[in-house]
Structures are given as structure tokens and as C-alpha cells.
């Protein structure tokens, strides 16, 4: 195999961010009027910085769709729309991925086979033409929220990425080859049973550690009084030896214990599912006292950005947050 392109740092220059919009059949039908209000206060805080690809379900009405866009607070010249047949929509996972030779999408089987994805898998293709540049497509089984890079290094969280669920008969030796050859990246760092109570992607590194520049990294951090206490801590313990190993200076986030405002089970709340665009970071935060604490940590990892605070708890309902809603598509070298 040709060695592709090297995956982009989310700091690299970035032309634009897909968002696909929730419909009230999918699996947000349990909280669709709230998630869809969430879904307005992305969409307008991204569209004040940035140009949106906006993903439209055909069981959706576009005309009455755009007749809401220009009643809301959403800048409508940055927001272009599609009409597609998705899934579901945490497009992070199966959205393209931006190297410095074009785009690349991995194959999406929802998390393992546990949920139906035939439609997701096929919308990287689909969006050629948004791109002005084809998307190529590999065999390989694996998701944009399991993969975190500084352009140097890849960070891993080992749980969803060397799993039978997605592709049987490899071990991490064969999958670091293979991410040499389709991702560029020569050096990994790696976690190992970081999952969180509720997590149903078995742990994407988006949800618990990031990289804020070179040799920053910022992650959720320990809390005694949470469910799960014993896995932050092995955090903190893995991402301190990594850190230690690689130079790199750490931040800790503060790591709420939230319950379904639905069920009352527990959900993978975190704040390191934030979004960097261009000199922007998009933080989710839940209603929560720790909110304006995460909001300090962030200000503090990225000195020279500014940190915008999106409300984002009816996106836990579904285990995910702004991070796993969107895909920034890079500005090609």
C-alpha cells in the first residue's frame, strides 16, 4: 500500500464543519425537542466563524428548514445545505478525515455492529463535490472519535480500536502498521481500558484526552466521588506516564457525574469533547457548577484562543457530545 497523506491536527487551517441535523424518528426520538434546540445553538455558534455542511434528512421539510435558519441567530450566508439518507448523526465518526494529501474515510459498522450504519457509511463518498476533492475509502473498520493526533503522534485509547467487534484477527502491532501506511503517523500513544459508565463507542480518546497543541494535552480528570473513579484515576495514571515519556504538559478537566434527565442512568459527561476551529475552541458545557471551571482549564490550554461555550447536555442522552456531533474538514495543503 502507498503511504497516504499525514492525518491533520485539528489546529490545521479548517475551511469548513459538517453538522447532521437529528429528525424525529431516528434515535433522538426520545428527546427530539431538546436535542433539536441544542442542535440551533451549535449551528448558530459555528456559523458566526465558520462556513457549515449541513447534512438535511429527507424526512425533514428543507423549505420550512430554511425558513427556521433565517428566524434563528444563525449567520445563513455560512451555512450550506444537503439532503442526504444518514443514520444517525454523530458524524465524527464516520465523516471524512483530513491528511495533507485529501481526504480518507475509514469503513463505519456503529461501533462494533451495534447499531445499523449502512447509510452513514456511505455519506463520506457522497461528499465529494462539498470537498472539491475526493474521499478515499479504506476496508478498515474505525471512527474519527478514536483517533487524536498532535501531527506527530497518534493517540489511542486501545478499547475501541483493537476490538473483534470491528476488525477480527488484528493486534495493535498490525494496526499501528497500518495506520503508518493510511495515516502517516509514525509514533502512537496508547491507553488501555478507558471506558466510561454509558459510553457505547467503548471509549473514543475524544471523550476523555486531547490534544490542545504540541505537547499539550488536556483530559478528564480524576473525581473519588464518581461512578467511575477507578477508571479516571487509571487515566490520570496512563496519561501522567505518557506525558512524562513524551514531554508533555498536562490539563486537567473537571469530570461531572451526570444522570439522563430521561432515565436517570448515568452518562458519559465530559469537557474534552471540545472543537477547535481555526483561533476558535467550541467547549460543551452541561448546566453544571463545574462548567465555568472547565471553561478555566480550557482558557488555560489555549492561550491564544477563545474559548466559546456551547450548552450541550441533551446531546449525553446519546452518549456523545459537541466533539462527536461535528467533523471539521481541513483546508487542504
Known sequence: MKVAGQLLPEWA???SVLLVWPYPHGDWQINYAEVAECYWGILSALSQEITIGLLLHPSLNRAQFEEEVQRRSVNAANVNIRVTHYDDTWVRDYGPLSTSAGYIAYTFNGWGGKYSALNDNAVPAGLAD??????????????????????????????????????????RAAIEHYFRETLGLQKFAWLDDICLTGDDTDGHIDTIARFASPGRVVYAGPN??????????????????????????LFALPSPMYRSLVDERFLPCTYAN??????????????????????????????RSRVIPVRCEALLEQHGSLHCATMQIARLP
Not at 473513579?229 to 514531554?247: D, F, K, P, V
Open 224 to 249: 473519588l466521588e464518581h461512578v467511575d473513579a477507578e477508571i479516571l484515576a487509571s487515566l490520570h495514571q496512563q496519561i501522567s506516564a505518557l506525558a512524562e515519556a513524551n514531554g508533555w504538559e
Open 274 to 303: 471540545f472543537l477547535i476551529v481555526n483561533d476558535c475552541v467550541f467547549a460543551p458545557i452541561y448546566g453544571l457548577r463545574e462548567d465555568s471551571a472547565a471553561i478555566d482549564v480550557l482558557t488555560k490550554a489555549f492561550p
Open 13 to 15: 487551517p479548517v475551511q
Open 130 to 171: 462539498f470537498l472539491s476533492a475526493p474521499v478515499k475509502k479504506y476496508d478498515f473498520v474505525c471512527e474519527g472519535g478514536g483517533l487524536e493526533t498532535d501531527g506527530e503522534t497518534l493517540l489511542v485509547n486501545a478499547n475501541c480500536i483493537v476490538d473483534e467487534n470491528r476488525n477480527p484477527g488484528w493486534d
